[in-house]
């Protein structure tokens, strides 16, 4: 029980982590994936607020809650989520580590085949690697390098049914993941606080 | 007719002989022998010691077997992890076995789940109320908002409260192992690994061995259905019980092997001097019947033997074989024709004198509080006993006449020359034992090793691979325990529910990092009858929703199962053992909640914190939980560290037989005493054997070994062997022909080389208990002649 809610919590703060990447520009002539992902690798590091909203099918309302993102290059990802209760999550490597007020947890992404393939698809996306990221995703591309939108289909059906990432050149502007319950969450990422 | 009396008579003692060894052997053949630690466990023990006790020996910690499978690739290791789990789950040796597979966690998350409202301390009156489920609703709300949120949301229509959470939260502390293909595998995925606990008692040696067996023979089953990846695998064990095992095996393999050369060697010795095979196998009477006397004696006086006790046995060898060697050369029945009678007399003496130093020696160790050491020295007394008893009455009737023993005379001329010579370094002698003497002064703190795993039969590399299996299933050293004895299953359940609290607030200061306890797994019936009714009807219930929910944004028509739940909780039977019954948790209580012949025993397991290398303070720990009101008060209350029982055990062990060792010399003394009745005498014979004690305990303490209680006790079979050397010295020192003292020099040399091969032999023994006593017993056999020599005879005035 433990480890499937720890999996299932990582996964869901990776998907979470999306929407670190800094400014920088692209000529719009030939827009493909191949260049995306380019402009995705060259990212060094970021820091941004996000602000996410779930949306619950029990619930009238959704549940809101904000923070800080940070990522550095090559794998070291945090979620700090600030309200409306402190929680800190951490990718380092091929470790997770969820901190909530005393409470530390730890996992290794190697523990879960089913989220490591996962998660290892989302590194994929912000290494730039667009043939690991194909090995899970049928990933599609919309839009012009100014208002971009990369959509995520797993090829095996899982819990998530779609994951949809806006952004506006090398900045992601919005993540939004879809369950294959019909709930969902979009985490909007408002601010870029150093390039 | 007085001639058939005297036949008869002379007779006798060959017929109590034989009787007696029939009788040896049928004690022998009804005799326990046992292999664990239990031998070095006091016999009456404090409560602290007995809880420890009580786990080496029959206590679930004792059961636990960790099994590792390396080599191979990784697929082949987690799917063979997966039939072993599979095949010994069908076995009636195992009580539990693990692997991580989720099979059994989704087990342990239904337990939980379906049970959650007899499991949950949250559930009092108060939790039911419009107050009480508006707080709880709305935590478990606020914890949507965190990266788990959207896998929490499918608890929330039947677990708004987040009791489960709650519960699953407080189950496991620090990580478990790593998981991949869903079973557990070390860190870097190079072995996969299962936790087993035994039906059989760690002590319980031959069923421990029949467990490993099947393992074993399992794992080849597992291994045998595919190709050449599976092959390359293998199994590997450890645990109390493996090691219980494996020391047996290593101490019997030794102790047969190292046996099997030393008696190989003294039967060559033997035949080249003797000449005789008749003379030869009388001589090995003694021996076998000294060993058998000796088994026999521990097995009537203490209802089992101890596989070290045995071993110990062969050493015995070495001493027994000595008295027959005497009898045989000094008597000078050869075709020289036989000794006087006077001689007689005084050679049975001498033997006599020597074997009353050996009883007294061993004798002290009768009266230890220890079972292993008191064996010990109940085997050594009766056997040397009865070897120097057959060699008495029984030997001389069974010697041939006359046999064609080897002419030792010149050899003899010669060793009596070389002894002159030898008695010229008196001086050097007497100057390196006073040196050997302030050397142990200087150093006296640092001889004995108090440290109890001088005693651990168990080589390094299996204690090794031991840490490492542990380590990586993140099993707890399990060195701190909070025991107590309560007088049934519900009273243990109360008392652990008591202790929660003040145990949990520990947790919060920082004092422990946590601990197990069976309070979350299965709470006593009281507390659980107490839950039931703290439980609303659901009318009530829904009401309370109603009021509870006003401004949230659930609705309360949305919770419905959450009604029904609650309702099946309150009127269904409360939860029992049986329960648990194929959840992991099962066998954390099971080794929480002991049962004892005399009720119950609550074990909970503290884990230090990682920073607290000093380990915990057991007084502020005694003093936090005092005020927890047990039933029975809280004398039954015992904060114990496992390690630091173990090792003032141990210590006290040692320091025990310390002191016994001077009663057993100071009896020594007393005997040469009463029979020599001359106060130069009587130093002389004593020199040699406190110099050979202070030189062999010098050279152990100089070459760098901390001496144990084996040193201890092969420096009293040095001075029980070394004692008939110094007695036969001082007798041929008396009045006697040239050709009675070669005859008794050749018999010293001849013996003492028995005792120093086959002694030296043992040294050799890679297990540590019967090396430490090989290298104190044989240079110490060799010192005590040589210093024999040097220093027993009187200054001659003619040379």
């Known amino acids: 029980m433990k480890n499937t809610l720890r ?72 979620k700090r989520t600030l309200k409306p209760r402190p929680e800190a999550l951490i990718l380092k490597g091929d470790e997770l580590t969820l901190e909530r007020g005393k409470r530390s947890m730890k996992m290794s992404l190697q523990e879960h085949p089913e989220v490591s393939a996962f998660v290892e698809s989302i590194r994929a996306t912000l290494a730039g690697d667009q043939r690991a990221l194909e090995r899970v995703w049928k990933v599609a591309l919309d839009g012009a390098p100014n208002r971009w939108a990369l959509v995520l289909t797993p090829l095996s059906p899982g819990f998530v049914a779609q994951i949809r990432i806006d952004g506006v050149r090398g900045e992601v502007r919005q993540i939004d993941i879809e369950q294959s319950d019909g709930d969902r969450s979009i985490m909007t990422i408002s601010k870029v606080l150093t390039p | 007719m007085s001639a058939v009396r005297r036949t008869l008579a002379g007779k006798l003692p060959l017929l109590i002989w034989l009787v007696a060894l029939v009788l040896c052997v049928g004690v022998i053949l009804r005799t326990h022998f046992v292999a664990d630690m239990s031998a070095f466990l006091p016999s009456n023990p404090d409560a602290q010691q007995r809880v420890l006790v009580e786990q080496l020996r029959d206590g679930t910690i004792a059961r636990l077997m960790i099994v590792g499978i390396e080599g191979g690739d990784a697929a082949s290791r987690h799917r063979a992890s997966r039939e072993l789990a599979a095949k010994l789950r069908q076995s009636p040796r195992f009580i539990g076995v693990q692997n991580g597979e989720s099979a059994t966690l989704a087990r342990d998350r239904s337990f939980y789940f379906n ?123 450890t645990g109390a019980g493996v090691f219980s095992v494996h020391s047996r095996d290593a101490i019997k393999f030794d102790a047969r092997l190292l046996a099997g050369l030393s008696t190989v060697f003294v039967v060559i010795l033997l035949l080249a001097v003797y000449r005789s095979t008749r003379l030869l196998i009388l001589g090995l009477m003694p021996v076998l019947s000294g060993a058998l006397a000796g088994i026999a004696a521990v097995s009537l006086g203490f209802g089992q033997v101890h596989g070290l006790t045995l071993g110990f046995g062969a050493t015995l060898i070495g001493e027994a074989v000595d008295y027959s ?172 529910e008591k202790l929660d609290a003040p145990l949990r607030k520990l947790v919060d200061d920082g004092v422990l990092a946590g601990f197990n306890s069976p309070a979350r797994m299965l709470p006593s019936l009281a507390t659980q009858q107490a839950r039931q009714s703290a439980m609303p009807d659901a009318a009530t219930l829904r009401s309370n929703l109603q009021t509870a929910l006003v401004d949230m944004p659930l609705r309360a028509d949305k919770l419905e199962g959450f009604v029904d739940d609650v309702q099946a909780a309150r009127t269904r039977k409360p939860l029992t053992r049986a329960d648990l019954d194929g959840t992991a948790s099962a066998l954390g209580l099971d080794a929480m909640l002991a049962r004892k012949s005399e009720g119950y025993t609550l074990l909970i397991p503290l884990n230090a914190p990682a920073s607290n290398e000093k380990g915990l303070d057991l007084q502020q720990l005694r003093t936090a939980l005092a005020s927890s009101q047990l039933e029975g008060g809280n004398e039954n209350l015992h904060v114990i560290d496992l390690r630091d029982q173990a090792e003032s055990l141990y210590a006290g062990y040692l320091d025990e037989a310390i002191r016994l060792s001077a009663w057993g010399l100071a009896a020594v003394i007393g005997v040469i005493a009463l029979a020599l009745r001359d106060a130069r005498r009587i130093v002389r014979v004593l020199l040699p054997l406190a110099g050979s004690v202070a030189l062999v305990m010098a050279g152990l303490v100089l070459s760098g070994t901390m001496l144990s209680i084996l040193h201890l006790i092969g420096l009293l079979l040095t001075v029980a062997v070394g004692s008939n050397y110094a007695l036969f010295f001082d007798q041929g020192d008396e009045d006697t022909t040239p050709a009675q003292q070669h005859r008794t020099i050749v018999s010293l040399v001849l013996a003492n080389l028995a005792t120093v091969v086959g002694f030296g032999l043992l040294a050799t023994s890679s297990v540590s208990v019967l090396s430490a006593l090989g290298a104190t017993v044989g240079p110490g056999a060799l010192l005590s002649l040589l210093l024999a020599a040097v220093l027993v005879p009187a200054k001659r005035t003619s040379a």
């Open chain 2, 325 to 496: 060697i005497y009898l045989f050369v000094q008597s000078g029945q050869n075709s020289q024709g036989a000794a006087p009678r006077s001689w007689e007399g005084k050679f049975w003496r001498t033997v006599l004198i020597g074997v009353a130093t050996s009883v007294c020696g061993f004798g002290a160790m009768l009266v230890s509080g220890f079972p292993g050491l008191a064996q010990l020295g109940l085997y050594s007394m009766s056997g040397l006993l009865a070897a120097v008893l057959v060699t008495r009455y029984v030997l001389p009737s069974l010697m041939p006449k006359s046999v064609n023993m080897r002419d030792i005379e010149p050899i003899g001329a010669r060793l009596t020359s070389a002894a002159h010579w030898l008695a010229r370094g008196r001086v050097i002698a007497l100057g390196l034992i006073a040196a050997a003497t302030v050397f142990l002064c200087v150093q006296h703190a640092h001889i004995w090793n108090h440290d109890i795993s001088a005693l651990n039969p168990v080589p390094r590399a299996d204690q090794e691979l031991d840490a490492q299996l542990r380590g990586e299933l993140g099993a707890p050293d399990s060195r701190y325990l909070l025991a107590f004895n309560a007088a049934d299953e519900q009273a243990a359940l109360r008392a652990a």
């Open chain 2, 115 to 237: 049970n959650r409202y007899l499991l949950s301390p949250a559930v009092t009156t108060e939790h039911f109320t419009a107050d009480g489920l508006r707080e709880a609703i709305g935590n478990s709300l606020d914890s949507l908002s965190g990266s788990a949120g959207m896998m929490l949301k499918s608890l929330l229509a039947k677990d708004p409260t987040g009791e489960t959470l709650e519960l699953i939260d407080n189950l496991q502390q620090g990580g478990g192992p790593r998981v991949a293909d869903d079973v557990w595998v070390s860190r870097d995925d190079s072995r996969a690994l299962l936790l087993l606990q035994t039906s059989a008692a760690g002590s319980d040696t031959d069923a421990q061995a029949a467990t490993i067996a099947e393992v074993r023979s399992s794992f080849e089953a597992v291994r045998g259905q595919s190709g050449d990846q599976a092959n390359a695998m293998r199994v590997v064990l």
């Open chain 1, 7 to 78: 999996q299932l919590r990582l996964v869901l703060a990776l998907l979470c982590t999306l929407g670190l990447l800094p400014l920088q520009s692209v000529s719009a002539a030939s827009w493909q994936l191949p260049d995306l992902m380019k402009l995705l690798a060259e990212t060094p590091a970021g820091r941004a607020t996000f602000v996410e909203q779930k949306f619950i099918g029990m619930l009238d309302k959704p549940v809101v809650s904000s923070g800080e993102l940070s990522f550095t290059a090559p794998d070291q990802l945090e």
